[in-house]
């Protein structure tokens, strides 16, 4: 047995004011009655406030005792245990990935592990101190080295459900280093994921198992003629077979509907022909509930297929010419007249020109830029080099290669660009985005360069021209939870607003736009509103669950993994006796009430 609160014991000398109450005597003066009639009562009630006499047989001050006594016992928190209690440091560590939202039992893993790690926060030892660590694509600290049992409590309770792709193996080093900060400590970790605690001490409990479960891992449409078709692949990940109806949507319309038998471990791959266009987004849902609801729905949103319109200033650039007409969804202009001024295009490329005035819409693209840029401050000519393109987003399978570089410009990268590629110490191509504004350049002239000769020189354009026009969007038809949704086409944004598949809105600064949202731990429709200056715009997102997590969440039970450090100790199993306590003394003081009725 223990106490949580073992500083409530100091109270138990109090008791003895309820004995001091019933040994001292009211005083009375001494007077003579002409009747006896009441004289038996009247010694019993004489003999009771005799001071200092000996206690007799007083069931009342008995009971009042006894309640007393439980209330400061309740007070103090006891609770029954088997085996010893951990104490010290004890680091609960709560995996929060897709695939803990996986029923066990008939609460979901993340809530059966989340109602664990509370017991065993009541039912540690009073000197314990806890640390709460939750996981899903990463590590968050939810509180560090409390003793504050309420408020390790809280910290756990406020741990969410996400939909992200996420493993614990990949944050055990952060646990580790945590493990090693503190003396004494044990590891409580709470996972559906096969892991080891090497060198902690502690306990993992498996949460994970077989179960039913069939889920979408895939949707998406190609155009055929005037109508879309539309791919949805379905996985069985249980351990028998599956009968689904499987339904697609256009948004709030049914448009398909088929039934379909898997096996266990069986895919299959339904098309849906000769779906209408005019719909904003698709979805497909499998009708029966599973094991995880998560991955009964994927959305899919339709892009648009308007073609992008880049204009080229050059006087002669064949090779980047080339590049660019083979783009599938740009349309290319070239002129060599500086003087052009038009707001129509969506990407503006100068090829060692610059005018002098910019447009004032659209994206930009400087080749070898000259020295009266606004955007950039452009020395002398410098000897080039060995190049290299750096791992980045935007260098998307080009990232590795290298080529060389005679002679490129001393140009010092701006604040608001990342580096793409570098030539030594020196930026070679950079893009970011300034002002709402998307900037890309080269400090070189692809002339004075092997590049183009290069098998990355196309890749290289490619994601280029995509980030300048906003074409990566249309390449992303949805999102999987936990990835970050681009939003720099709203750049530049006065107001911008977005509202997740809840119904919930935030809004969002000028700093969040050029980052990205990532907040996607819903699955479902995420709507953008935004507004420049008298222009407003909308744009939607679809986020699914991501496959992967449906496929591990059901993989064979594994039995968990415990170690005993030096310190002793092993996972918590007992009885918290506050509340059979709190209801015993209830019963007690109706019980006194009753004594005292009838004893008057």
């Known amino acids: 047995m223990g106490f949580n609160n073992a500083y409530a014991l100091w109270s138990l000398p109090l008791l003895g004011l309820i004995v001091l ?55 103090s928190g006891p609770y029954l245990t088997k085996g010893k209690v951990l104490g010290g440091n004890i680091i609960i560590a709560i995996d929060r990935s897709g695939s803990m939202n996986a029923l066990y039992g008939e609460k979901s893993r993340l809530d059966t592990a989340k109602a664990m790690a509370e017991k065993a926060i009541r039912e540690a030892g009073s000197s314990s101190a806890f640390t709460v660590v939750s996981v899903d694509k990463g590590a968050k600290v939810e509180i560090s080295g409390t003793g ?28 580790k280093a945590m493990y090693k900060q503190f003396p004494s400590a044990h590891v409580l970790v709470y996972t559906d994921e096969a892991v080891a605690l090497e060198d902690m001490a502690g306990e993992i409990i498996a949460l994970g198992g077989k179960a039913e479960n069939a889920g979408i891992t895939h949707i998406s449409y190609s155009r055929d003629g005037e109508a879309y078709t539309v791919l949805v692949r379905v996985g069985n990940n249980g351990e028998a077979a599956a009968e689904r109806e499987l339904a697609l949507y256009g948004e709030d319309s049914l448009l398909g509907l088929t039934e379909i038998v898997l096996e266990p471990g069986e895919s299959c791959n339904i098309m849906f022909e000769g779906i209408e266009t005019g719909y904003k987004y698709l979805w497909a849902e499998l009708t029966e509930e599973d094991a995880l609801l998560e991955d009964n729905r994927a959305y899919l949103v339709l892009q648009s297929e308007e073609s992008k319109k880049v204009l080229l200033f050059s006087e002669g650039n064949i090779f980047a010419e080339k590049a660019l007409s083979s783009i599938e969804g740009l349309e290319v202009y070239k002129t060599d007249d500086i003087n052009i001024s038009d707001d129509d295009y969506d990407l503006y490329i100068f090829d060692g020109m610059m005018p002098s ?12 830029p000259g020295g009266n840029s606004p955007y950039f401050k452009a020395g002398e000519a410098i000897a080039g080099g060995r190049a290299e393109i750096l791992s980045h987003g935007l260098n998307q399978h080009a990232d590795g290669y290298s080529f060389y570089i005679g002679k490129m410009r001393d140009i010092e990268k701006p604040y608001w660009a990342d580096a793409l590629i570098k030539a030594g110490q020196n930026t070679a191509a950079g893009a970011g985005v300034f002002e709402g504004r998307r900037i890309g350049y080269t400090a070189f002239d692809i002339h004075d360069s092997d590049f183009a000769l ?20 249309q390449g992303k038809p949805y999102y999987y939870s936990g990835e970050t949704i681009p939003l720099d086409s709203a750049g530049g944004a006065e107001e911008a607003v977005m509202e997740n598949p809840q119904g919930l809105k935030a809004s969002l600064n000028k700093g969040l736009l050029s980052y990205g949202y990532d907040d996607t731990r819903d699955t479902g429709i995420y709507k953008l509103s935004y507004k420049k200056s008298a222009d407003s715009g909308d744009k939607i997102f679809a986020v699914n669950f991501p496959g992967e997590e449906a496929a591990n969440a059901f993989k064979e039970s594994w039995e968990g993994d415990k170690k005993l450090g030096d310190a002793g100790g092993n996972l918590l199993s007992g009885l918290n ?4 306590i709190i209801i015993f003394v209830l019963l007690l003081l109706a019980g006194e009430w009753m004594v005292y009725i009838r004893g008057n």
């Open 577 to 580: 006796l506050r509340s059979l």
């Open 148 to 175: 504050d049992k309420e408020a390790a409590v809280k910290a756990i309770r406020g741990i969410e459900k996400t939909g992200m792709q996420g493993s614990l193996k990949d944050d055990l080093s952060l646990i």
């Open 21 to 75: 109450m019933y040994m001292l005597k009211q005083q009375h003066e001494e007077m003579e009655i002409s009747s006896l009639y009441l004289w038996k009562k009247a010694m019993g009630s004489s003999e009771v406030k005799k001071p200092w006499q000996r206690l007799k047989n007083n069931i009342l001050m008995l009971m009042q005792l006894l309640a007393a006594f439980m209330m400061i016992m309740a007070l």
């Open 357 to 368: 005035s910019l447009p004032q819409k659209g994206s930009l693209f400087f080749i070898n």
């Open 454 to 473: 290069n098998t990355a020189f196309p890749i290289f354009m490619y994601n280029m021209a995509a980030y300048l026009t906003d074409m990566e969007q």
